[in-house]
């Protein structure tokens, strides 16, 4: 399994409890992924809740843990290595790493930001925990999902130098793609006044296609007072059916506005589209925030197309295993033995719900597929997870076992109970490595050499 996020984690709880054995390697040192280093810093108890069951998964004897090792083509095992292991599958459960880009002007500028780095980093993720994000006054954040609630979340209520943000959507008010309870968190922030203009500009392009502008003001706004959180003094606002066209710098470099496109409506097919109309428009900002979904790791090694790995085009509802199967477009076969699932089959598709789903369906789907198959006997299985380990011990830099994930919580438990935190996390690997070490001399303890 590779990728130890909430997908890897659900779908080898499917694979325990149908009598297999799992090796996860996972690129980060802790395990969780998203449910780990995705949600809101803020929200403990959900967090705590996945923890806890995922502490489960991996004290099961059946699993074998690699943190802070990574498989792919620029990693410290190769795909094609691991194939010749002799394992019965290989899935991977990676998520999406990748960035996506709209390959515009000046989107390499000083202040241009993509979400997922952004959260990783106010979520104590190494390495990006590390980086320095230059964060101006005035924020635009592309996009209109539940990410974009995030983003604004965290510059508005736990930055608090930023004084406006400004969410571009080049979809209508209609289209908004956000969890009404998330947007619960910013919604003290949103200046309703120029809410409520800004769909009432709209009102000729949404009537044009049969929307009710009355009614989207009814929704999207309150006359209620909304109190705004003593730590927060920033507003946010809405900019609909604008399509991001160029990143405008000053001679520094740094940002200093954003071009976007204007666009219309168009009913096509019962079915409502934006369409650039050519009229474009400076927004003065000092920060761009891209919230617009993330694409695969394309040096995993798997056939990549168009943000994706490419997954058996031959699906008819009688192989329930062959939407996760890989294909290979240049050989027109699929890949033996190899799946993907999660993140890894549909970037940014969903929460940790829907990839637990997934991986529980595609889990099962594998299995079956597998019961064809001759089961490996129990002196092979054995033998198998005896030479994977000693070629993660030859290939890694400094492995960290479930053994001392154990010993890593436990240390970051000690630091937030003393500090009266409801949480805490280390910000670098280095400082990780020698939290566990300092565990092991307290609890005068080592790790199994046969974990």
């Given at each position: 399994?590779?990728g130890?996020g909430?997908?890897?984690?659900?779908?080898?709880k499917?694979f325990?409890?149908?009598?297999?054995s799992?090796?996860l390697?996972?690129?980060?040192v802790k395990?969780?992924?998203?449910?780990e280093?995705?949600?809101f810093?803020?929200?403990?108890?959900?967090k705590e809740g996945l923890?806890?069951?995922?502490r489960?998964?991996?004290a099961h004897e059946?699993v074998?843990y690699?943190?802070?090792?990574s498989?792919g083509d620029?990693?410290?095992?190769?795909?094609?290595?691991l194939s010749?292991?002799?394992l019965?599958a290989?899935?991977?459960?990676?998520?999406a790493?990748g960035?996506k880009?709209?390959g515009?002007e000046?989107?390499?500028?000083?202040g241009?930001?993509h979400a997922?780095d952004?959260?990783?980093?106010?979520?104590?993720?190494?390495p990006f925990?590390?980086?320095?994000?230059?964060?101006?006054k005035?924020?635009?954040?592309?996009?209109?999902?539940?990410?974009?609630?995030?983003?604004a979340?965290?510059?508005l209520?736990?930055r608090q130098?930023?004084?406006?943000?400004?969410?571009?959507?080049?979809?209508?008010?209609?289209?908004?793609?956000?969890d009404?309870?998330?947007?619960?968190?910013v919604?003290?922030?949103?200046d309703?006044?120029?809410?409520?203009?800004e769909?009432e500009?709209?009102?000729p392009a949404l009537?044009?296609v049969g929307?009710?502008?009355?009614?989207?003001?009814?929704?999207m706004?309150?006359t209620t007072?909304?109190e705004?959180p003593?730590?927060?003094?920033?507003?946010m606002?809405?900019?609909?059916?604008?399509?991001?066209?160029?990143?405008?710098a000053?001679?520094d470099?740094?940002?200093?506005?954003?071009?976007v496109?204007?666009?219309?409506?168009?009913l096509r097919?019962?079915r409502?589209s934006p369409?650039?109309t050519?009229?474009?428009?400076?927004?003065p900002?000092?920060?761009?925030?891209?919230?617009?979904?993330?694409?695969?790791?394309?040096?995993?090694?798997?056939?990549y197309s168009?943000d994706?790995?490419?997954t058996n085009?031959?699906v008819d509802?009688?192989?329930?295993?062959?939407?996760?199967?890989?294909?290979?477009?240049e050989?027109?076969?699929v890949l033996a033995h190899?799946?993907?699932?999660g993140?890894?089959?549909k970037?940014?598709?969903?929460l940790?719900?829907k990839a637990?789903?997934?991986?529980?369906?595609?889990?099962?789907a594998?299995?079956?597929?597998?019961?064809?198959?001759?089961?490996p006997?129990?002196?092979?299985?054995?033998?198998r997870?005896?030479?994977?380990r000693?070629?993660v011990?030859?290939?890694?830099?400094h492995?960290?076992?479930?053994?001392e994930?154990?010993l890593?919580?436990q240390?970051?438990k000690?630091?937030a109970?003393?500090q009266?935190?409801?949480?805490?996390k280390?910000d670098s690997?280095?400082?990780?490595?020698?939290?566990?070490e300092?565990q092991?001399?307290?609890s005068?303890?080592?790790?199994?050499?046969?974990e």
């Amino acid at each position: 399994m590779i990728g130890a996020g909430p997908a890897g984690l659900y779908a080898t709880k499917k694979f325990l409890d149908m009598g297999a054995s799992v090796v996860l390697f996972n690129r980060d040192v802790k395990p969780g992924g998203l449910a780990e280093y995705g949600i809101f810093p803020t929200k403990y108890k959900m967090k705590e809740g996945l923890r806890k069951q995922f502490r489960n998964i991996l004290a099961h004897e059946r699993v074998d843990y690699y943190g802070h090792f990574s498989i792919g083509d620029k990693g410290d095992l190769t795909l094609e290595e691991l194939s010749a292991l002799g394992l019965n599958a290989i899935v991977v459960a990676a998520g999406a790493q990748g960035t996506k880009r709209l390959g515009i002007e000046g989107e390499d500028a000083i202040g241009v930001i993509h979400a997922k780095d952004l959260v990783y980093h106010y979520n104590h993720l190494p390495p990006f925990s590390q980086r320095s994000f230059p964060i101006g006054k005035r924020v635009a954040i592309i996009g209109m999902g539940n990410v974009m609630i995030d983003i604004a979340h965290f510059l508005l209520r736990l930055r608090q130098n930023v004084e406006e943000v400004v969410v571009v959507a080049r979809r209508g008010p209609a289209e908004r793609k956000y969890d009404i309870k998330e947007y619960r968190y910013v919604e003290p922030f949103v200046d309703q006044d120029a809410l409520r203009q800004e769909i009432e500009r709209l009102r000729p392009a949404l009537e044009a296609v049969g929307q009710d502008a009355d009614a989207l003001i009814a929704s999207m706004t309150t006359t209620t007072t909304l109190e705004q959180p003593v730590e927060g003094s920033g507003r946010m606002m809405f900019r609909f059916l604008a399509s991001p066209s160029r990143v405008l710098a000053d001679a520094d470099g740094r940002v200093c506005a954003l071009e976007v496109e204007e666009n219309q409506l168009v009913l096509r097919h019962d079915r409502v589209s934006p369409v650039g109309t050519g009229q474009r428009v400076e927004l003065p900002v000092d920060t761009v925030i891209f919230a617009i979904g993330d694409r695969v790791d394309e040096t995993i090694g798997l056939p990549y197309s168009r943000d994706a790995f490419i997954t058996n085009p031959e699906v008819d509802g009688t192989a329930p295993v062959a939407p996760y199967q890989v294909y290979d477009p240049e050989h027109q076969h699929v890949l033996a033995h190899t799946y993907v699932i999660g993140w890894s089959r549909k970037a940014s598709d969903g929460l940790v719900g829907k990839a637990k789903q997934d991986a529980e369906i595609g889990s099962t789907a594998i299995c079956q597929a597998l019961a064809q198959e001759p089961a490996p006997a129990v002196d092979t299985l054995v033998d198998r997870r005896q030479a994977i380990r000693r070629l993660v011990e030859e290939r890694s830099v400094h492995l960290v076992t479930k053994t001392e994930i154990t010993l890593l919580e436990q240390a970051e438990k000690q630091i937030a109970a003393k500090q009266g935190w409801d949480d805490f996390k280390f910000d670098s690997n280095e400082v990780m490595f020698k939290a566990i070490e300092r565990q092991k001399t307290a609890s005068g303890c080592g790790v199994p050499s046969s974990e």
